[in-house]
């Protein structure tokens, strides 16, 4: 999930770059970001639900040391320092077209 988390931002950042190219594109953009949108909430409810109360329940102190130790040298994919500022130069891509289009139908 974590994988296709990125593939959904690139289609979302794809989508704003067709958006500026031609702002008849405003309903792809509105497309590409509610479909990130939903599979991060869903993801992160598969987390909260599952894996966390199982992890809770079976983990010992020690594995959980070790999942910490684990995961350190493992950013998330979404997340990581070049992903970050890529995000980061998207939102603020479409935060500059967002005012043209306010009133477009999506």
């Known amino acids: 999930e974590h994988g296709s988390g990125v593939t959904l931002l690139d289609a979302a950042a794809d989508a704003v770059a067709a958006y500026e190219r ?3 594109s ?7 970001l509610e ?3 939903v599979a ?3 993801h992160i ?3 909260e639900r599952v894996v966390l109360p199982a992890a809770r329940e079976f983990l010992t102190d020690a594995e959980w040391r070790e999942a910490a130790a684990a ?3 493992n950013s998330d994919p979404r997340f990581d320092r070049l992903v970050d ?3 980061r130069a998207m939102f603020a891509r479409i935060m500059n077209v967002a005012p043209q289009a306010g009133n477009d139908p999506p």
Not at 26 to 32: F, N, P
């Open 26 to 32: 405003c309903a792809e953009v509105v497309r590409a």
């Open 71 to 73: 995961f350190q040298g």
């Open 85 to 87: 500022d890529d995000f």
């Open 45 to 47: 409810e598969t987390e």
């Open 40 to 42: 991060q909430w869903r």
């Open 35 to 37: 479909a990130f949108a």
């Open 22 to 24: 031609n702002p008849d």
